[in-house]
């Protein structure tokens, strides 16, 4: 079946450093990819999102390309803050309609100090 | 965007009880909301999808006279954990995917709840 594995948390980083959290996929056909993000004590957040191949969602720093021929989805951001700690999961879905469900990764914890 | 609240947020509860978690969209109407539950360190895996005014699709393995979900509006979904055991203790999330001009699915903040 669809599944989704992101790298194994959790990571550790000092403030500015460089993220990459790799999200790998299987699936049959072309989903729409996802990252979402998990704040202490809130609900999950769509953090960015692609729909096709080649795709480069982006959104408060943070970037992710859809790349097709490696199927992964891997989330990078190029200088860190303190308040960027959070869990981070990758996920994707078939169809950007109301009754789809997304397929989730397991969540990377991020915690970055100062 | 738009907020979805999950009530209560945690619920211990002894075995043998039955407990029922709220999930309300606050300021956008949702035909579909789905229900996650989630282990420790694990993926978030669905439960099933609510629909308004119909019943409600599970996915395969899970119960539907354990976890019985009710839409009964547009604005609210409830799952109730019939009969709980110590192994139904978990992490439940619900998710309401909000129309035009959101389109996308907002989560709930989640709700925990321990089986003694």
């Known amino acids: 079946g669809d599944s989704v594995t992101q790298m194994e948390g959790p990571v550790t980083l000092s403030e500015e450093a460089f993220l990459t959290i790799n999200c790998t996929y299987t699936?049959?056909?072309?989903?729409?990819l996802f990252w979402y993000v998990q704040y202490p004590g809130e609900g999950l957040q769509l953090l960015l999102k692609a729909t096709k191949a080649d795709d480069k969602g982006s959104n408060k720093g943070f970037e992710a390309t859809y790349r097709k021929e490696t199927t992964s989805f891997h989330l990078e951001k190029g200088s860190v803050q303190v308040s960027d700690s959070a869990v981070y999961f990758c996920?994707?879905?078939?169809?950007?309609?109301?009754?789809?469900?997304?397929?989730f990764g397991k969540g990377t914890r991020l915690s970055v100090i100062a | 965007g738009a907020v979805v609240s999950q009530h209560p947020s945690w619920v211990i509860c002894k075995s043998g009880t039955s407990v029922k978690i709220e999930c309300r969209s606050l300021d956008f109407q949702a035909t579909t909301m789905f229900w996650y539950r989630q282990f420790p360190k694990q993926s978030l895996m669905l439960m099933a999808t609510s629909n308004e005014g119909s019943k409600a699709t599970y996915e395969q393995g899970v119960e539907k006279d354990k976890f019985l979900i009710n839409h009964a509006s547009l604005t609210l979904s409830t799952l109730t954990v019939t009969s709980a055991h110590p192994e139904d203790s978990s992490f439940y999330i619900c998710?309401?995917?909000?129309?035009?001009?959101?389109?996308?699915?907002?989560f709930g903040p989640g709700t925990r709840l321990t089986v003694l």
């Open positions: 998710s309401a995917f909000g129309g035009s001009p959101y389109n996308e699915q907002f």
């Open positions: 699936a049959t056909g072309y989903p729409s």
């Open positions: 996920a994707l879905s078939f169809r950007l309609r109301k009754n789809t469900p997304l397929v």
